[in-house]
C-alpha cells in the first residue's frame, strides 16, 4: 500500500488509461467481489466483518490520508449513516463509483453535448487516448449494437460498465490509499 494525501476523498484520479482497461477486460463477479474483500479485509483490523469509523480512519490514515478525508469517505461509503461499513456496503460504494465513471466518460465523449456520441467524436477521443484508428473502429462496433450510427447512453453504459470495473476498483484502492492492483 502507498499513501496518497493530496488526493481528496471526493476527487476522481484525472484520466482513464483506455488501452489499459481494454487489455484488462471483463472481470469475471467472483474476481470483482475478491478483489473487494481483499480490501474490505484490509481496513477490518479486528477481522469482526464490520468496519467502525474509528477502524476505517485509523487504518487508511495508517497508509498516509489525512484523518478529515479519511471521515469524509467513511461518511461517502456509509450512505445508510449506521456508522459501520459492511462487505455489502463496500461493493454499493465502488458500484456507485464505477457508475459514476461511466456517466463522466460519456460526458466526455460526447463533446457535441447532444446526449449521443456520433462516430466522428468517438474516433477522435479514443485515437487521441492512445487506441488505433482499427482498435477505435472495431470498439464502435462492438458499442453500436442497434447499427444506428451513433451510441447512446445505454448502449455505452452496457459496454462500459464491465470493462470499466477494474479501473474503478483501483480508483476506490487508491483513495483507501492502497495501490492501484495491489489489492
Do not use: C
Request: charged share 25%; hydrophobic share 35%.
Amino acid at each position: 500500500m502507498t499513501g496518497n494525501s493530496g488526493l481528496s476523498p471526493t476527487t476522481l484520479p484525472p484520466s482513464i488509461s483506455w488501452k489499459a482497461a481494454l487489455d484488462a477486460g471483463v472481470m469475471t463477479r467472483d474476481t470483482r467481489m475478491s478483489k473487494i474483500r481483499t480490501m474490505f479485509d484490509a481496513l477490518d483490523l479486528d477481522g469482526s466483518h464490520v468496519v467502525t469509523v474509528d477502524e476505517f480512519v485509523s487504518a487508511v490514515k495508517s497508509e498516509g490520508i489525512l484523518e478529515r478525508d479519511a471521515r469524509t469517505l467513511f461518511r461517502e461509503i456509509d450512505d445508510s449513516h449506521t456508522g459501520r461499513l459492511t462487505v455489502a456496503k463496500f461493493d454499493h460504494y465502488s458500484a456507485v463509483h464505477t457508475l459514476a465513471i461511466v456517466r463522466d466518460s460519456f460526458k466526455s465523449l460526447d463533446a457535441s453535448k447532444d446526449r449521443q456520441i456520433q462516430r466522428k467524436e468517438f474516433a477522435m477521443y479514443f485515437m487521441g487516448n492512445g487506441l488505433s484508428k482499427h482498435q477505435a473502429s472495431t470498439l464502435w462496433d462492438q458499442m453500436d449494437t442497434n447499427n444506428n450510427g451513433k451510441i447512446n447512453f445505454t448502449e455505452y453504459r452496457d459496454w462500459a460498465q464491465e470493462v470499466l470495473d477494474t479501473t474503478s476498483l483501483d480508483q476506490v484502492a487508491v483513495r483507501l490509499g492502497m495501490s492501484s492492483g495491489g489489492y
